[in-house]
């Protein structure tokens, strides 16, 4: 009845883009923080400045990555290297931990200011899934998570929360690595071949494919759906409630 094999006891769900309709707000983040900071860099040095692409850019280097790894890959992508700093370092800092910072106060701004909308499918998908009796995690990179849901009012709906914060503590690889989608599996006693993965972001299904899980389902909001299917998504579809369509 939910589109999955007989043998899958528990669902994972990434968030943004795949729960809430936060993907363009992150994206929106990135970008002002990233085109800050190169401008920046453009007027000392010299040199044009070149935008921060907050489609190609952000699905090839930051979606779905913790949000350090994704600053360390997208400036790496432009040949340029930051010292790493330290959490105290002052937004726009130009460290990792600085630019980092900078984001996420921006992200925390626009989520403040626009509040944050749940893809009514896949709320429609994932409550639908709690009643067959299936076990269910959200599974994000972001140190927001706990914000995110309970500001969509979803938070209940789950029984377990790997997030960033988690990640942290466990010391946890990021997708692409398989880690946090497996820490998932066992908080909710689930094997990995007995889970499902719902992810948006390439790093995401190249993830659910390198654990071994029993399903990913790449959840195509922007168009990438060959690319989705090309990183390891066993079923591609636009919104959750596709799959509730097929019973």
Same mark, same amino acid.
């Given at each position: ?12 769900? $990434? ?7 936060? #993907?363009? /707000? ?32 952000? =699905? ?16 790496? &992508? ?9 959490? $105290? ?24 200011? $626009? ?13 639908? !899934?709690?009643? !067959? ?6 599974? &994000? ?5 706990? !914000? ?7 938070? =209940? ?5 790997? =997030? ?24 909710? %006693?689930?094997?990995?071949? #007995?889970?499902? /993965?719902?992810? =948006? ?5 190249? !993830?659910?494919?390198? %654990? ?12 990438? #759906? ?22």
């Amino acid at each position: 009845m939910l589109g999955l094999p007989d043998q899958v006891r528990a669902c994972l769900f $990434d968030l943004d883009g795949v729960l809430t309709r936060t #993907a363009k /707000v992150h994206a929106a983040a990135w970008k002002e923080m990233f085109d800050d900071y190169l401008r920046r860099r453009a007027q000392d040095d010299g040199t044009p400045f070149v935008p921060f692409d907050a489609v190609r850019d952000y =699905d090839a280097y930051v979606d779905g990555r913790p949000r350090a790894d994704g600053i360390r890959t997208f400036l790496a &992508s432009r040949g340029i290297s930051l010292p790493e700093g330290g959490p $105290d370092d002052p937004p726009g800092t130009a460290t990792v931990h600085g630019l980092g910072i900078r984001k996420n106060d921006l992200l925390l701004r626009r989520i403040r200011e $626009d509040g944050v909308e749940a893809y009514e499918g896949s709320v429609d998908y994932v409550r639908a !899934a709690g009643e !067959a009796g299936l076990r269910l995690a959200v599974v &994000s990179s972001s140190a927001n998570c706990r !914000a995110v849901l309970d500001a969509a009012g979803i938070a =209940d709906l789950f029984d377990e929360r790997i =997030d960033g914060t988690v990640a942290k503590t466990q010391r946890l690889p990021g997708k692409p690595a398989p880690d946090t989608y497996l820490a998932g599996a066992r908080a909710l %006693g689930a094997e990995p071949g #007995a889970a499902a /993965v719902f992810e =948006d972001a390439l790093a995401g299904v190249e !993830a659910g494919r390198a %654990g071994g899980f029993g399903l990913v389902v790449g959840v195509d909001r922007t168009g990438q #759906a060959d690319e989705l299917r090309r990183h390891g998504a066993d079923v591609v579809v636009q919104d959750l409630s596709e799959l509730l369509e097929r019973r």
